[in-house]
């Protein structure tokens, strides 16, 4: 008995050390799932500390997939807008290997809402990004910024300041210039309205009646069903998205409308500093775009390393009304940056 004793310690320093043996190793998924900060599994889920002169304020955050080397930082419109109308990546990024993240801008949806209105300047905007960039630990070897509509603003205008922390760059459904984007508005697309339809529009913004019903339901029928998004009815993510626009930063930078820009980009013109991005670039437009798809196609020659995806059924969100042209065009420049290639033909 004594001596069946004095070896159950060792037997069970051999057991513990079988079944040391046999436990599955911690998945690096599994580390990658858990907040950095405390460990608990977010779902993807980040509150950003961002520094402004205003104050430390936090922006929200959430990573979809998980790949080292493809990282992509979504910027919505807007501005005050959010990052619902990005959902339907969800539908063909992650099946491609592709990383990404959601985001809402400082004073949108899920992140804080101060009310110091200078804060609403493009380029705090680009600090911004640069925090939210070093937060998630995205490089130059990963760092995808994906900038769609005012967010094509603040990507352009990102890369212009900090180019150097990226692998690509994604401008998608805006121009490089707001008074060309007036100039498009008032000469191409109102043209293609009713007249009576354009009249009446424009009484109601000569009397700055926006908050008019009557207002947004004239733009609603004759110019966002047309140039917004053509789907009908439209998706849900656009439903949600307006009604949580942040409407006193969308009218102080933007203005009242989408049917031209009269607030504080109105003068806002890269045009002549394209040439300055080195980065492999990628234009995105719809040939029913508020915006104007050639503009958008002539970038892509003015930018160092640029290729051109202009969605032949596509308005402003292309990435709902034109998909099977927008996310395999997104990809393969995507991949094709990864590989190495500089420029696409897509």
């Known amino acids: 008995m004594r001596s069946s004793l004095l070896r159950l310690p060792v037997f069970c320093v051999v057991l513990a050390a079988a079944m040391a043996c046999n436990k599955p190793a911690a998945s690096t998924t599994d580390a990658y799932n858990q907040s950095p900060e405390t460990g608990v599994r977010t779902g993807g889920v980040r509150m950003i500390p961002v520094k402004t002169p205003s104050g430390t304020f936090n922006v929200w955050t959430k990573r979809v997939g998980n790949n080292p080397k493809i ?8 501005p005050g807008a959010n990052h619902t109308p990005f959902e339907c990546f969800e539908s063909y990024l992650p099946a491609e290997g592709i990383e990404f993240y959601y985001y809402d801008q400082l004073g949108s949806m899920n992140s804080d809402h101060p009310t110091d209105s200078t804060l609403w300047e493009t380029p705090r905007f680009v600090e911004e990004v640069e925090q939210v960039r070093q937060a998630l630990g995205l490089n130059k070897d990963n760092f995808y910024l994906l900038g769609h509509s005012w967010g094509g603003i603040l990507a352009t205008e990102y890369a212009l300041k900090h180019q150097q922390n990226l692998k690509g760059l994604i401008i998608s459904n805006m121009m490089s210039s ?4 007036g100039k498009y508005a008032d000469e191409v697309l109102a043209k293609q309205m009713d007249p009576k339809v354009l009249a009446e529009i424009r009484a109601i913004e000569a009397r ?10 004239l733009l609603m029928g004759n110019f966002y069903n047309e140039h917004f998004c053509r789907l009908k009815p439209w998706p849900n993510a656009l439903d949600r998205a307006f009604p949580a626009l942040n409407a006193t930063i969308y009218t102080l930078m933007q203005g009242p409308s989408e049917f031209g820009i009269s607030g504080r980009l109105a003068n806002w013109d ?3 500093d394209l040439p300055k991005i080195t980065v492999p670039t990628l234009t ?4 029913h775009d508020t915006m104007d798809p050639k503009h958008m196609a002539w970038m892509a020659t003015q930018v160092q390393n640029g290729s051109s ?3 032949p059924d596509g308005s402003h969100c292309s990435m ?8 395999p065009g997104l990809i393969k420049f995507i991949k094709g940056v990864d590989a190495g290639q500089t420029k696409s033909i897509l």
């Open 71 to 78: 990282k992509v930082l979504l910027l919505h419109g807007g």
């Open 178 to 181: 707001c008074p060309d984007y």
């Open 208 to 217: 700055k009646d926006f908050n008019n019903p009557r207002y947004t339901e």
């Open 270 to 272: 890269r045009r002549a």
């Open 284 to 287: 995105i437009g719809g040939n």
């Open 309 to 311: 995806l202009i969605c």
């Open 320 to 327: 709902w009304d034109d998909q099977s042209h927008y996310f």
